[in-house]
């Protein structure tokens, strides 16, 4: 079955509704960028960036290109507009998260696993932290690593039914399904591709690690085993 681009790209999101408590938007703190933080610490741009990107940046919402109540959720400054450093039940974004308001009850919400990672960045500081990928391209099993990596940059738009754009990659059999039947245009698209125009590249904030995208890639190339 053949898709548009334009279907891909989640075009349909521009009709989701964004409604919920207004979320206060002033400065907190400016960013400063710590590199390889204990192993114990959330790692702000793997853990905790795609999950806002993915699930509250996404277009109609609060993503750049429409930020909904004048809220954009794509970089780490503006996150924190809505963080309170060691605070959990004191951030406005968290407690809209866990009270069910953002993301939208008709759109993906986030898991119980992604909420704790959540708390547990705010509760150490709340910090910009860049960290050395624990990536491995030798593992691209569902289970051990696909499963993931979707959930983490691509279901909050494509992870319930319908999805956006009519795109479903919730389940493995739905993500297989998807990509056997348009394979040239999801890696394209993962790939950030050239040939692709911006919005119709996934996941469209900002591409994957180049070791998500091999590890991507290597599952589709070995038929997408569970």
């Keep these: 079955m053949k898709k548009s681009l334009w279907i891909f790209g989640g075009i349909s ?9 207004m979320i206060d938007a002033s400065v907190s703190q400016t ?13 702000f741009t793997a853990e905790v960036l795609p999950v806002f990107q993915s699930y509250c940046g996404s ?13 954009s959720l794509e970089t780490y400054f503006n996150i924190m507009k809505g963080i309170s450093p ?19 009850k008709n759109s993906p919400q986030l898991s119980s696993t992604q909420i704790a990672v959540l708390q547990k960045w ?30 983490t940059n691509c279901n909050g738009c494509h992870g319930s039914m319908p999805g956006s ?6 389940t493995l059999t739905a993500a297989q399904n998807y990509i056997n039947a348009n394979k040239a245009l999801f890696l394209n698209a993962i ?21 998500q995208v091999q590890q991507l890639t290597k599952w589709i190339n070995a038929n997408m085993p569970n």
């Design 13 to 21: 999101l521009l009709f989701i509704t964004c409604k919920h408590d």
């Design 59 to 71: 277009k109609g919402c609060h993503g750049s290109g429409s930020a909904e109540e004048g809220v």
């Design 191 to 211: 790939n950030h591709s050239a040939t692709l125009p911006a919005p119709q590249r996934m996941p469209p904030a900002a591409k994957m690690s180049d070791c």
């Design 122 to 151: 705010i509760n150490q500081g709340a910090k910009n932290t860049t960290c050395v990928s624990a990536c491995d391209t030798s593992k691209f099993t569902y289970t051990n690593a696909i499963q993931s990596l979707l959930a």
């Design 31 to 43: 960013p400063v960028p710590i590199v390889n933080p204990t192993s114990d610490s959330v790692c």
């Design 165 to 170: 754009g009519g795109v479903y990659l919730g």
């Design 86 to 104: 060691g605070n959990p039940n004191n951030s406005k974004y968290f407690r809209e998260i866990t009270k069910g308001s953002m993301p939208p």
